[in-house]
């Protein structure tokens, strides 16, 4: 089947995904809550339930056949996850159980041991809690600190700023590829190039950039690249990260344990090559195929079709909302993604966000894990509406309409 770009042909693909068939509250669930995590197809829950009915067994260990089976359906997957991000080579896929952990083991063991008193890790103001609070710990650790670039009004980056920011006291530069409250798409080549002329190693945090763009870490010229698993349609508690070859090299083990040894002694113990160095002990081996699954699917879907879909539900959206009356958006860059953060006079996002439940309707309200966004535009919390491959013009609609209500029953 190919992606869809109507309402009528995302019917059929919204059969596939078993939970959009639910009532809340005695109404059709309308799901506006993919960023936060993304619903599971049939073809994601059947590759795990296949997995656990057919061939369980742990993997890197046993040498029977269930063992084998497992092992390479598990291994299989850092193929696909290097083919979705034009990884170089599939043995520079670290698995991890997401971003959080992901950038954890960067700071931990790449930068951990390069950090000196002084230093700076350069983020920005439109960083998740994840892509801010592990460099704090390693930073207080020596006496380094984190400095982030500012965010201009539209929610892009003030790339100009971050420039300057750029000093001989950097060490490594944090910046996520697609923002999670603004949907904005940030320029990873021109950020990667300006780290390049400095010497300075770049991460990029992609958990919402995946579900919605194709994402090429080569020509991005990052050297970290990490993503979520669950937000692509895939099982919770999974993910990957990328490194190149010669830092993932460099690095010391993140956690000890089985699987991830050459040999252990009491004399000394010596450590497997990259990735299985940061792989510790038994890993999500039914999520990480389950992950596989997902991108199969997706690939199959068509990835560039699906932009084409999201696009033009993104415009319909963005129009829709801007027309309710006292909405004011936050984020709203030139090519961002259908992510859609606001707040409405006179309503609290929670109480919008509980009315709206009661008509089966999922959205987000909170401070979205970025506490410095939130200062940044003046607000505590918002209202946020992120859409995925099975949504439509119709459940938008839905949304403008339970929103016009509900800000009728606050004011
Ligand atoms: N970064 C961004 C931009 C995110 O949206 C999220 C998930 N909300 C994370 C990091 C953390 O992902 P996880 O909790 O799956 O590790």
């Known amino acids: 089947m190919n992606a869809p770009t109507k309402d009528a042909e995302v019917v059929d693909l919204r059969g596939q995904f078993p939970i959009l068939q639910r009532q809340i509250h005695g109404k059709p669930l309308v799901y506006l809550d993919s960023a936060n995590t993304a619903q599971k197809p049939q073809a994601v ?3 795990v339930s296949e997995h656990y009915r057919l061939h369980n067994a742990n993997v890197a260990r046993a040498v029977h056949t269930l063992g084998e089976e ?3 359906a598990y291994e299989a997957v850092r193929g696909k996850i290097a083919g979705l991000i034009n990884a170089p080579d599939a043995q520079q896929i670290v698995y991890t159980r997401g971003t959080t952990e992901a950038i954890n083991l960067v700071a931990r063991s790449y930068l951990r041991p390069r950090l000196r008193e002084g230093d700076e890790i350069l983020v920005t103001e439109m960083e998740h809690h994840a892509n801010i609070v592990p460099w704090q710990l390693i930073a207080a650790e020596v006496g380094a600190k984190v400095v982030a670039a500012p965010v201009l009004d539209d929610g892009s980056l003030d790339l100009a700023r971050l420039g300057e920011m750029i000093n001989e006291r950097t060490r490594l530069i944090g910046v996520v590829h697609v923002s999670n409250v603004l949907g904005t798409v940030n320029p990873i080549e021109q950020i990667s190039a300006l780290a390049r002329g400095a010497g300075v190693p770049v991460l990029v945090d992609g958990s919402q950039a995946v579900p919605h763009l194709a994402v090429d870490v080569q020509a991005l010229g990052c050297d970290f690249y990490c993503f979520t698993g669950h937000k ?7 993910g990957a990260l990328w490194g190149r070859a010669e830092l993932l090299a460099q690095m010391p083990p993140f956690m000890g344990g089985g699987e991830m040894i050459d040999r252990v002694s009491f004399d000394g113990t010596t450590f497997a ?3 299985h160095r940061f792989e510790a002990g038994t890993p999500n081996i039914t999520g990480m195929i389950g992950l596989g699954a997902a991108i199969d699917w997706l690939q199959q879907l068509g990835v ?4 084409t879909h999201e696009a033009e539900l993104g415009a319909y959206a963005a129009a829709a909302l801007q027309a309710v009356p006292g909405l004011r958006m936050i984020g709203s860059a030139a090519g961002k993604v259908p ?3 606001f707040v409405i006079d006179g309503a609290h996002a929670h ?3 509980m009315i709206l439940d009661q008509e089966g309707i999922a959205v987000r309200s909170g401070h979205h894990c970025a506490h410095p966004l939130m200062q940044r535009f003046g607000v505590s919390a918002t209202l946020r509406a992120s859409l995925g491959v099975y949504n439509t013009r119709a459940e938008i609609d839905l949304l403008v309409a339970g929103l016009e209500r509900a800000r009728g029953m606050l004011a």
């Open 339 to 341: 992510v859609f953060s």
């Open 351 to 353: 109480d919008l966000a």
């Open 232 to 238: 692509l349609y895939g099982p919770t508690a999974t």
């Open 70 to 72: 497992s092992t390479a």
């Open 273 to 275: 090559a990259p990735p």
């Open 304 to 307: 560039a079709q699906l932009r």
């Open 45 to 47: 829950i059947d590759a």
